[in-house]
């Protein structure tokens, strides 16, 4: 999937490998921005192939279908959807420009990092588990952003030893993504991974 039709004021670079020795990612993500609101949303297929990437893409059409409702209402629509496959776990991530507001949910281990312009970094704990079909409590957390945060949302095939220094490091997020890229030890899982920068007015 590209951005560019979906991104009109949220700065993003994204980047997508697949394991080694598969032809396809087992990963999917799908973005959507509106005057309103940027949502982001990552799954990552339980194991890898094609059967993986069946489960990842059921939730991403998903949330291309339904990204209007509260992450909430998304999340349950993502487990629904999810029953029959493999499964997935799951990363929401919504920011509502009008109250300068975000709110995030997941299931599995998907990380999120968000950098504000004073230093703070917010980092939601994950949520054990995956998306499945079966019923679960979901927990939503919501958290204030600065205009000019900086976020790094990725899956679990990309390791990361120091993060605050990756944010302070660099100037822009292209430079950011291309050291993240360099950092790629292994291949050995699906990886995939969204920086993004908000907008300061």
């Not at 890898?48 to 939730?59: K, N, R, Y």
């Not at 312009?117 to 019923?135: A, D, I, R």
């Not at 292209?174 to 907008?199: A, F, R, W």
């Amino acid at each position: 999937m590209t951005l560019e039709s979906n991104v009109q004021r949220v700065k993003t670079e994204v980047y997508q490998a697949p394991k080694k020795g598969n032809v396809c990612c087992g990963d999917s993500y799908y973005v959507k921005e509106t005057k309103d609101y940027f949502l982001c949303v990552i799954a990552d297929g339980l194991g890898s192939g094609e059967q993986a990437m069946a489960a990842s893409t059921a939730v991403t059409q998903v949330a291309e279908s339904y990204h209007h409702l509260d992450i909430e209402q998304l999340m349950s629509m993502c487990n629904d959807v999810s029953r029959g496959t493999r499964g997935a776990a799951v990363a929401l991530l919504k920011f509502d420009k009008h109250k300068q507001q975000f709110a995030y949910t997941n299931v599995g281990n998907i990380r999120f990092y968000l950098y504000s312009p004073n230093g703070e970094l917010t980092y939601p704990l994950p949520v054990k588990g995956f998306l499945s079909g079966k019923m679960q409590k979901f927990r939503t957390q919501t958290f204030s952003y600065q205009p000019g945060s900086k976020f790094l949302i990725h899956t679990d095939g990309l390791e990361l030893k120091e993060i605050k220094s990756l944010f302070t490091r660099y100037i822009n997020i292209i430079q950011m993504s291309e050291h993240l890229k360099k950092e790629i030890c292994s291949y050995n899982d699906d990886i995939t991974y969204i920086v993004g920068e908000l907008p300061i007015v």
